[in-house]
């Protein structure tokens, strides 16, 4: 079945470096993705992997992607108070098109 | 990348009765997708809104409860039938769009 798991909750404090961590289970997934959701707001996307793909950057944003353990990162450099926000990953199953989400991972930055 | 625009944006229901929440696209999109985020959760995949057919609705929704409709490229509804207080959540509507997925604000229901 299809399951993405993700640690609930992340605290940093301004300027330290945040990792935040996804573990997935379907293999045939197409691409990799991390949502924002500020609070009483939608979902932006963030950045995307493809899952051929080992690493991509975008800014202050590292994605990384261990296709062998199911594990997909996503480090944000420089961590600004604005950053404090649910971070989703979500996989993208092939020939399909739907996307099946984690848990969220709740980031805290402290001042 | 697309602009999406839900409305209402939040509206607040008597039980049993039945609201239609709308999305608006400013360019032809092939895939449109329904989900649900209920409080504190993830977001569920409800449905796949398919332009001139009807909806693929995933395990667990149905079409009775949740009917959707997809006249064009541009737009689709879904309704939220028959309202009990375990529909308060928050429905999003998502464009595929040169393969990733962008969301509208949302609309968040609340049911008393």
């Known amino acids: 079945g299809e399951d993405v798991e993700q640690s609930l909750f992340l605290s940093v404090r301004e300027g330290d470096s945040s990792v935040i961590n996804c573990t997935y289970t379907d293999s045939s997934s197409t691409y990799l993705y991390w949502y924002k959701q500020e609070p009483g707001a939608g979902l932006q996307l963030l950045t995307y992997i493809f899952s051929n793909m080992d690493m991509k950057q975008d800014q202050r944003l590292t994605v990384l992607l261990n296709k062998k353990d199911k594990h997909l990162s996503l480090r944000i450099a420089d961590t600004q108070t604005g950053d404090s926000a649910i971070y989703f990953c979500?996989?993208?199953?092939?020939?399909?098109?739907?996307?099946?989400f984690g848990t969220g991972t709740l980031l805290a930055v402290q001042p | 990348s697309a602009v999406i625009s839900q409305k209402p944006s939040r509206d607040i229901c008597q039980r049993g009765t039945s609201l239609t929440i709308q999305c608006q696209v400013d360019s032809q999109v092939t895939m449109m997708f329904w989900y649900r985020q209920q409080p504190g959760q993830s977001l569920t995949l409800i449905a796949t809104?398919?332009?001139?057919?009807?909806?693929?609705?995933e395990s667990g929704f149905v079409i009775d409860k949740f009917p959707i409709s997809r006249p064009n490229l541009t737009f689709s509804t879904l309704t939220v039938s028959n309202m009990s207080p375990e529909d308060s959540s928050i429905y999003l509507c998502?464009?595929?769009?040169?393969?990733?997925?962008?969301f509208g604000d949302g609309t968040r229901l609340s049911i008393l």
């Open positions: 809104a398919n332009q001139g057919s009807e909806a693929t609705y």
């Open positions: 979500a996989e993208s199953i092939r020939a399909t098109n739907k996307l099946i």
């Open positions: 998502s464009v595929e769009e040169a393969g990733t997925q962008h």
